[in-house]
């Protein structure tokens, strides 16, 4: 009974995990926010306002494991560094950002 108990409980778990997995155009939408938050330049702000989402999109590539995803958002080529995220239950967790 155990046994049948843990399983309908690892289904329910792996279900959760598989709904909640955010996609890319959730990730766009964080990284741009984040951006405009660190963003103490009002002009800034204004560009990633109007230009944020392509920028970002563009930058961004995704693997996507069904019950996770895990995103990378590469601008060393114009000094931004690299940031690498995994989406998990709807939310961004930064896992590593490179200079």
């Known amino acids: 009974?155990?046994?049948?108990?843990?399983?309908?409980?690892?289904?329910?778990?792996?279900?959760?995990?598989?709904?909640?997995?955010?996609?890319?155009?959730?990730?766009?939408?964080?990284?741009?926010?984040?951006?405009?938050?660190?963003?103490?330049?009002?002009?800034?702000?204004?560009?990633?306002?109007?230009a944020g989402n392509k920028v970002f999109d563009i930058g961004t590539t995704h693997t996507d494991y069904m019950l996770f995803t895990i995103y990378k958002t590469d601008f060393t080529e114009i000094g931004m560094g690299q940031v690498t995220c995994i989406g998990v239950f709807n939310q961004f967790i930064p896992i590593s950002k490179k200079e």
């Open 1 to 50: 009974m155990k046994r049948i108990i843990s399983v309908i409980l690892l289904v329910v778990v792996l279900f959760i995990l598989s709904e909640t997995n955010p996609g890319r155009s959730e990730y766009i939408e964080f990284m741009t926010h984040a951006a405009m938050d660190q963003s103490s330049n009002v002009l800034e702000k204004g560009i990633l306002s109007l």
